[in-house]
C-alpha cells in the first residue's frame, strides 16, 4: 500500500452561519495526483485553505502529514512541511527574470539580502532540468506566455522543496497543446514523488490526467474515486446531482446572412478570411494557439481594424474602426477575459450591466434616472436569472457563471444583431457551463447570431450549427457541427 502524506479527518469549517465544510474526510498518497472537484461553492477553496495552513479546522478535524499530527496548521507550517499552492493568479513578480522568480523562495529561506547571478541562474537551470523543461533564465516573466509561467511557478514550488504542489485552475486559460505540456510535467513530478492536488472543471482533462479524484458538494464529501473508472457523463452527476445531456444542433437551415465577411486581412494576424452567419445561426470558431481566432473577431469589434477586405452587416457594408463603431452596427463583443476585460469588478450589478446602455437611461435633465437604471437591470437578471443577493452587490462576490451572465447582459442591453462570446465557460463549473449554453441556444433562437470561439471540441460540437477551424490566420476549414465527433475536430485541428 502506497504511503500517506497527507490525511486530513472530519475536517468543518464555519464561516458565521455558513457551513463552507462539513465533515469532509481527504487524504493523498506519495506521489500521487489527486483531482479535488466540485461546483462553485462545493468547499473546495476552503479545503485548499486549511491545507496551506491559510485557514484552520473546526474543532473535531485532524490533519496528519507523514502520519504524524499536525495540532496548529499554519503557512509557514504548510510551506515547512513542503506545501506549496499555485493560485490562478500564479503569484509571480512579472519584472523579475524566471531564474529571479524561480530562485525567490530560497533566497527568502537563508535571509540573503543580495541575489547573486550566476547562482541565482545556476539554481534556476537544476530545477528546470528536473522536470526537463527549458526557459530562458534571463527573461522577463512579462515576457512568458501564460503556459510559460504556469512552468516558473512549478519551478519556483520545486525549489521551495514541494512534496505537494495544489494547482487551482491551472489549465483555465491554456490551449489544448499547452494543457498536454502541463500534464508531462505533473508526471514529471509524480516521477520524483512529488504528489499533486489539481483542481479543474475541465473533466476531460481531470480524467486524463487523475489517479483517484475527490468529489465534493454543498461542502461535504461525496467520495473518492478511481479516475479509471468515472465517465464524464458520471462525473458531472457527481458534482451537480443532475444528468447533464445534450442533442447536436442540425446544419442551419436558414438563409438570412446577418454577417458576411469577405477577403479580410490583417497583417501578422490572419488572412483572406470569408465568413458567413445566418439570422440565429450559432458559429463556433476553433483552432490552436495563435491561430488568429481572437485577432479577427476583434476586427468585427473595430478593436483591431483590418488591413483589407470587407465587412457586411445585414448586406450594408460597415468599416467598424473602433468599439463605438461596432455597436451602432449592432455587433457585441463577450471578451474572454471577464476580470480583467468584461467588468469592473468592484463596482456593483447594477452599474455593469448598463455600461454600454448610459446614454438611454438619461433622465429629461440629462442625468442618470435611477428608475431607468433598475428596470433595465431588473429586465436582465430576470432574462438571465442572475443569482445574486442584490443589484447593489459588487461583481467580484458573485460566482464565475453569474459574474458572466452580467457580462452577456451588458451586451445584450445594446440589442446586438451579433454576439461574439470568446471562450464563454472558460473557469465556469458544470452547472454553471449548463446554463450558459441554455442562454446562447435561447438567444439564437430568438434571432440572434451568435459566433463563438472555443478550445473544446465538445462545445463546438454540441453547441453550434457550423464550426470553422483556423491554423496561422487562415480558415483550413468549415463544417456542419453535427456531423463531426470530438476525436475528428481535434484531428483537424491539430492538422492530422
Given at each position: 500500500m502506497a504511503e500517506k502524506l497527507l490525511e486530513m479527518r472530519n475536517i468543518s469549517k464555519r464561516f458565521g452561519?455558513?457551513?463552507?465544510l462539513d465533515s469532509v474526510d481527504f487524504e493523498i498518497e506519495r506521489g500521487e495526483i489527486h483531482c479535488l472537484v466540485g461546483e462553485n461553492g462545493s468547499g473546495k477553496s476552503t479545503l485548499i485553505k486549511i491545507i496551506s495552513g491559510i485557514h484552520s479546522p473546526d474543532p473535531g478535524g485532524e490533519i496528519y502529514v507523514d502520519g504524524r499530527r499536525i495540532s496548529h496548521q499554519k503557512s509557514s507550517n504548510s510551506v515547512r512541511e513542503g506545501i506549496q499552492v499555485i493560485y490562478q493568479d500564479l503569484s509571480l513578480f512579472p519584472n523579475l527574470t524566471v531564474a529571479e522568480n524561480i530562485a525567490i523562495s530560497s533566497r527568502v529561506e537563508t535571509g540573503s539580502r543580495l541575489m547573486k547571478w550566476k547562482v541565482t541562474e545556476e539554481e534556476a537551470m537544476k530545477t528546470m532540468d528536473k522536470i526537463g523543461v527549458s526557459l530562458d533564465p534571463r527573461r522577463e516573466v512579462s515576457e512568458l506566455s501564460i503556459a510559460e509561467r504556469q512552468v516558473v511557478a512549478i519551478c519556483r514550488a520545486i525549489n521551495a522543496k514541494a512534496r505537494l504542489v495544489i494547482m487551482d485552475e491551472p489549465t483555465a486559460s491554456l490551449s489544448k497543446k499547452e494543457v498536454q505540456s502541463l500534464i508531462r510535467v505533473i508526471n514529471e513530478l509524480q516521477n520524483r514523488e512529488i504528489s499533486t492536488i489539481f483542481v479543474s472543471h475541465k473533466l476531460d482533462e481531470i480524467m486524463e490526467v487523475a489517479q483517484?479524484?475527490?468529489?465534493?458538494?454543498d461542502g461535504k464529501k461525496v467520495g473518492a474515486f478511481d479516475a479509471s473508472e468515472l465517465t464524464r457523463q458520471r462525473l458531472s452527476f457527481l458534482m451537480?446531482?443532475?444528468?447533464?445531456?445534450?442533442?447536436k444542433l442540425s446544419p442551419y437551415p436558414g438563409d438570412e446572412v446577418i454577417l458576411e465577411v469577405r477577403k479580410l486581412s490583417r497583417?501578422?494576424?490572419?488572412k483572406e478570411i470569408d465568413l458567413k452567419v445566418h439570422k440565429g445561426e450559432i458559429v463556433s470558431i476553433t483552432g490552436l494557439m495563435g491561430s488568429g481566432r481572437t485577432e479577427f473577431v476583434l476586427s468585427l469589434f473595430g478593436m483591431n481594424p483590418p488591413d483589407d477586405g470587407e465587412i457586411f452587416?445585414?448586406?450594408k457594408r460597415i468599416t467598424p474602426r473602433s468599439a463605438v463603431a461596432a455597436m451602432r452596427a449592432g455587433i457585441a463583443y463577450v471578451p474572454e477575459d471577464r476580470l480583467l476585460h468584461g467588468l469592473v469588478m468592484e463596482q456593483p450589478v447594477s452599474k455593469n450591466i448598463v455600461l454600454t446602455v448610459l446614454k438611454r437611461i438619461l433622465s429629461r435633465i440629462r442625468l442618470l434616472s435611477k428608475v431607468k437604471e433598475r428596470t433595465e437591470v431588473r429586465r436582465w437578471i430576470d432574462?438571465?436569472?442572475?443569482?445574486?443577493?442584490?443589484?447593489?452587490s459588487p461583481v467580484n462576490t458573485l460566482s464565475g457563471g453569474n459574474q458572466q451572465r452580467?457580462?452577456?447582459a451588458k451586451w445584450l442591453a445594446i440589442n446586438p444583431k451579433v454576439l461574439i462570446l470568446d471562450s464563454p465557460t472558460v473557469g465556469i463549473d458544470v452547472a454553471?457551463?449548463?446554463s450558459i449554453y441554455k442562454i446562447i441556444r435561447e438567444l439564437a433562437s430568438e434571432g440572434i447570431s451568435i459566433i463563438m470561439i472555443t478550445d473544446e471540441a465538445e462545445e463546438a460540437i454540441y453547441h453550434s450549427n457550423t464550426t470553422y477551424i483556423m491554423s496561422s490566420g487562415r480558415i483550413i476549414g468549415k463544417y456542419n457541427s453535427s456531423e463531426l465527433t470530438e476525436k475528428e475536430l481535434y484531428e483537424k485541428i491539430n492538422g492530422q
Open positions: 452561519g455558513v457551513l463552507a483517484r479524484v475527490t468529489v465534493l458538494r451537480t446531482g443532475k444528468e447533464f445531456e445534450y442533442s497583417r501578422n494576424n490572419y452587416v445585414e448586406g432574462e438571465l436569472s442572475i443569482k445574486i443577493p442584490s443589484v447593489d452580467v457580462v452577456i454553471a457551463k449548463d
